[in-house]
């Protein structure tokens, strides 16, 4: 079992910048491809980055190419998610998960909520 834990969420101003962390319970969290959700209200969860075991392979949804970069420090178990030139339409709740395979997520965090007021 891995535990995801997720911090770094807010209230922010359209433009400014967050960096979400995750930080996982595990000792193998090198072999885990590690992904960051979201999920307004009303809306269904979706997919924003996603980087693989090894770091070079990355996932950004259209909307956020460009603003947001993902990264990963396996030497402290900890994915970031680094948010740019933030819009309102990114207010959601951000949820941080972990998969053995790409695309396959076995593990959940607890969500941190994002808001950004224009």
């Known amino acids: 079992q891995v535990q995801l834990v997720e911090s770094g969420g807010g209230l922010v101003q359209a433009g400014d910048s967050l960096k979400l962390s995750c930080t996982a319970s595990?000792?193998?969290?090198?072999?885990?491809?590690m992904g960051w959700f979201r999920q307004a209200p009303g809306e269904e969860r979706e997919l924003v980055s996603a980087?693989?075991?090894?770091?070079?392979?990355?996932y950004y949804a259209d909307s956020v190419k460009g603003r947001f970069t993902i990264s990963r420090d396996n030497a402290n178990n900890t994915v970031y998610l680094q948010m740019n030139s933030l819009k309102p339409e990114d207010t959601a709740v951000y949820y941080c998960?972990?998969?053995?395979?790409?695309?396959?997520?076995?593990?959940w965090g607890q969500g941190t909520q994002v808001t950004v007021s224009s």
């Open positions: 998960a972990a998969g053995a395979g790409w695309g396959v997520w076995d593990y």
């Open positions: 595990t000792r193998t969290f090198s072999g885990y491809s």
């Open positions: 980087v693989s075991l090894s770091p070079g392979n990355t």
